[in-house]
């Protein structure tokens, strides 16, 4: 039977990322009253879903970087012999049972996912782009919600948009009294949940002597540089590289 299962075997080799993106959200913030157009219960919700992912899922991503509702994750060794198939599904209901019980078990959640080949140094592009797509989604989110709060039909808002360049949607804010950039950092540039090599003290009992080990934690970073300056070049280098 195996032999008419379709692109069951289907493998990739790593570098990987597995991105996740949450299915009807919108309709998700509807049902639960969420405060738009960001949410911070939402948004520790996506950060103890990665926490998670990263932490005790068994698929061992080494980060996973997430905003609005989509969650990346970069993998440089890959479970289950790098079987497309199921590294996406497992990742996707994973994230989804564990986004679920993150926001209470009262609502029904499902993510989609795909698999994007990658190398070390095109990882730091695609964080840098996922980055961007972050600003755009978070400048795009305000005016919509600016407009819809006026008056607007949210399908009209949306048209009277597309198109607009950043600093148009900057200006429309500005004449509003708002200034997208005093926004938190994490709706403007997103969160990183990541392994870091952290020192502990300790006592040797043996040797009757205060020791320093290294200890692996799982950390989530939502006050991130922005990954095409200088500076987060560095920060993005130092955790691949890590990774």
Same mark, same amino acid.
């Given at each position: 039977?195996?032999?008419?299962?379709?692109?069951?075997? @289907?493998?990739? @080799?790593?570098?990987?990322?597995?991105?996740?993106?949450?299915?009807?959200?919108?309709?998700?913030?509807?049902?639960?009253?969420?405060?738009?157009?960001?949410?911070?219960?939402?948004? =520790?919700?996506?950060?103890?879903?990665?926490?998670?992912?990263? !932490? /005790?899922?068994?698929?061992?991503?080494?980060?996973?970087?997430?905003?609005?509702?989509?969650?990346?994750?970069?993998?440089?060794?890959?479970?289950?012999?790098?079987?497309? /198939?199921?590294?996406?599904?497992?990742?996707?209901?994973? !994230?989804?049972?564990?986004?679920?019980?993150?926001?209470?078990?009262?609502?029904? @959640?499902?993510?989609?996912?795909?698999?994007?080949? !990658?190398?070390?140094?095109?990882?730091?592009?695609?964080?840098?782009?996922?980055? $961007?797509?972050?600003?755009?989604?978070? @400048?795009?989110?305000?005016?919509?919600?600016?407009?819809?709060?006026? *008056?607007?039909?949210?399908?009209?808002?949306?048209?009277?948009? =597309?198109?607009?360049? $950043?600093?148009?949607?900057?200006?429309?804010?500005?004449?509003? *009294?708002?200034?997208?950039?005093?926004?938190?950092?994490?709706?403007?540039?997103?969160?990183?949940?990541?392994?870091?090599?952290?020192? =502990?003290?300790?006592?040797?009992?043996?040797? =009757? /002597?205060?020791?320093?080990? /290294?200890?692996?934690?799982?950390?989530?970073?939502?006050?991130?540089?922005?990954?095409?300056?200088?500076?987060?070049?560095?920060?993005?280098?130092?955790?691949?590289?890590?990774?």
């Amino acid at each position: 039977m195996e032999n008419r299962e379709i692109f069951a075997n @289907i493998t990739t @080799i790593p570098p990987v990322f597995v991105r996740l993106d949450g299915r009807a959200f919108h309709r998700l913030a509807d049902c639960l009253g969420l405060e738009k157009p960001f949410d911070e219960f939402f948004h =520790k919700g996506m950060v103890t879903t990665c926490t998670a992912l990263v !932490a /005790e899922s068994g698929l061992n991503p080494d980060l996973a970087y997430t905003f609005s509702d989509e969650i990346s994750l970069y993998f440089t060794k890959l479970p289950f012999s790098g079987r497309v /198939e199921k590294i996406d599904s497992v990742a996707a209901s994973y !994230a989804a049972s564990s986004f679920t019980l993150a926001l209470g078990g009262t609502t029904l @959640i499902s993510f989609d996912a795909r698999v994007i080949p !990658a190398t070390p140094a095109w990882a730091v592009e695609y964080l840098a782009n996922r980055q $961007s797509e972050a600003w755009r989604n978070h @400048i795009n989110a305000y005016c919509q919600q600016a407009l819809i709060e006026e *008056g607007m039909d949210p399908r009209k808002a949306a048209e009277k948009l =597309k198109g607009l360049q $950043s600093k148009d949607l900057h200006e429309m804010m500005h004449v509003r *009294g708002f200034n997208l950039a005093e926004t938190p950092s994490w709706q403007r540039r997103g969160t990183l949940v990541y392994k870091k090599l952290t020192e =502990k003290e300790g006592f040797n009992p043996i040797t =009757k /002597e205060t020791v320093i080990a /290294e200890r692996s934690a799982v950390v989530a970073e939502s006050d991130l540089p922005l990954f095409t300056s200088p500076e987060g070049k560095a920060f993005l280098a130092k955790v691949l590289g890590g990774a």
